[in-house]
């Protein structure tokens, strides 16, 4: 066979059409067969402009969306400019803790302050250190100032402070209140009549809290508001759960330290928070040398999340102004919340618990749950080889007590026996049957090493929330 045969019987006519057609397919699809043409970034389109009511008509107009009212007047909502809000956080944890903040409370507060144990700068917002007023000698040798002098040396060598993380911080934290709350009075405005001291973990809703505040006198009487809490003599208001301090109550605070010189006081004051557990009693000690108690607040102000509190007329018809321990997800939900509310209210209608209620956890109690734990605790039922101390004896409790701990069933029967006493859910793990008559929601406990399987009694959370279903707005805590 000579090579012109050979190539005559390779290269055929429909050989070449199957081949032509095959470089026009990859020449069509080439995107599709190339994978990291996915990741290409396609050219940002330039932003429409809103349109002008004059354009509206025209064929070509485009609609722009407007901003929701929440997000348009925030910043200016009745009150706002009066409000100096100030964020208290560690350096370990305001990488994790601090965006939130930024995006959603921070965006609508005109005045603001962070506060860490360590000078820097986020993004170009400004941290102050509240502990740079402490005095040098406390700084450099307290042991309470081990985290804080390992903090500066990172800083110095550009390591990375959230290795530090511990719970060292929990003795550094208590010298931070008194230092960042006369920084605060110094640098504050003076259309300022509020200081309202939060954590890291605390959410606010800012529009109860402007409403709540409009309905006292912060520049001219001096108040101190807060979840009411108790260590030996002293009644303060819980860190957590915000503190807030009028304006009036601040001058008087600064009048001691005046008249004292502010390097004796401050002196006093190191002695006695070296003593104290917390700082959040220290400033309840030193308003009251000021003649400025505390005006208790809970459960306006309170300590809990929405999965831990207890959803009972105590809450329920007032006013949610703060919530604590809120991780960064849970804090965004509730922002949403709040907007959500006031794009449909407006500034002037508060929310109170029972709408919180009603948006988080209502549809989640219509059905058990399993793997789960809704904190019932009020009465427990426990087979005797698990029973502990003061564990009450099953073996001498009712037929269907004893049953209660054997299944899922028995134990909802049992809470279901228990209508006189209040019963309102229960939960259930083998050889224990807990019941509550406080409704809670709890959390997961798919992690846990124990796990339960939850329910509530849907009939009576429905009679609970009927008899409540025409309250007022209650805005005076508990003793307020």
């Known amino acids: 066979m000579t090579l012109a045969n050979a190539f005559n019987r390779v290269v055929t006519i429909p050989r ?133 002098r390992k903090l500066l040396q990172y800083q110095r060598e550009g390591q990375d402070v959230g290795l530090l993380r511990g719970d060292t911080g929990w003795n550094l934290d208590k010298w931070k209140f008194l230092p960042m709350l006369f920084r605060s009075f110094e640098e504050a405005p003076e259309e300022i009549e509020w200081f309202v001291m939060i954590e890291a973990d605390t959410s606010v809703s800012w529009n109860n809290l ?20 108790v260590i030996g003599d002293t009644t303060f208001a819980h860190g957590g759960s915000g503190v807030i301090i009028s304006r009036q109550a601040a001058r008087q605070l600064k009048a001691v330290r005046e008249k004292e010189g502010k390097e004796a006081y401050d002196k006093r004051w190191e002695s006695l928070t070296a003593e104290s557990c917390c ?36 809450h329920w018809c007032s006013v949610a102004i703060t919530w604590h321990h809120v991780a960064p997800i849970e804090l965004d939900a509730l922002w949403q919340f709040q ?20 948006h988080f956890i209502d549809r989640h109690v219509s059905v058990n749950r399993s793997s789960w734990n809704n904190l019932s605790q009020d009465r427990k039922f426990i087979t005797p080889h698990l029973a502990e101390g003061l564990d009450e004896d099953l073996t001498i409790m009712s037929d269907w007590e004893q049953r209660s701990v054997e299944s899922e069933d028995a134990c909802a029967a049992a809470c279901g026996n228990m209508r006189d006493w209040g019963c309102l859910q229960w939960m259930f793990s083998p050889g224990r049957c807990y019941v509550g008559r406080v409704m809670r ?30 309250c007022k707005p209650k805005w005076k805590g508990v003793g307020g």
């Not at 100030?86 to 005109?110: I, M, N, V």
């Not at 907007?339 to 009603?358: A, I, M, N």
């Open 339 to 358: 907007t959500q509310w006031v794009d449909e209210h407006g500034w002037k209608t508060p929310y109170l618990y029972r709408d919180v209620y009603e």
């Open 210 to 229: 402007l409403l709540w505040l409009g309905t006292m006198k912060g520049a001219t009487k001096p108040y101190y508001l807060g979840a009411q809490n």
């Open 441 to 470: 929601f709890g959390k997961s406990d798919e992690r846990e090493d124990e796990h339960w399987t939850s329910g509530w009694m849907g009939d009576r959370i429905t009679e609970f929330k009927q008899e409540f279903e025409h």
């Open 279 to 314: 700082g959040d009693e220290i400033i309840a000690r030193a308003l009251l040398e000021a003649n400025v108690p505390l005006t208790p607040t809970w459960p306006v102000i309170q300590g809990e999340t929405v999965a831990t509190l207890d959803w009972t007329a105590s």
């Open 16 to 148: 070449v059409a199957v081949a032509l057609l095959l470089l026009i397919g990859l020449v069509l699809f080439r995107d599709s067969l190339d994978p990291t043409a996915y990741y290409h970034p396609k050219p940002l389109a330039p932003p429409t402009p809103p349109i002008r009511t004059s354009d509206a008509l025209s064929p070509n107009a485009t609609i722009a969306t407007a901003p929701s009212l929440h997000a348009s007047t925030c910043l200016t909502a009745p009150g706002a400019p009066e409000v100096l809000i100030l964020l208290k956080t560690g350096a370990t944890e305001l990488y994790s803790k601090l965006p939130t903040h930024l995006l959603t409370l921070f965006k609508c507060t005109p005045h603001y302050m962070l506060f860490s144990d360590l000078e820097q700068t986020y993004s170009g917002f400004p941290i102050h250190d509240a502990l740079a007023p402490v005095s040098q000698d406390v700084r450099d040798h307290h042991e309470d100032f081990e985290l804080y």
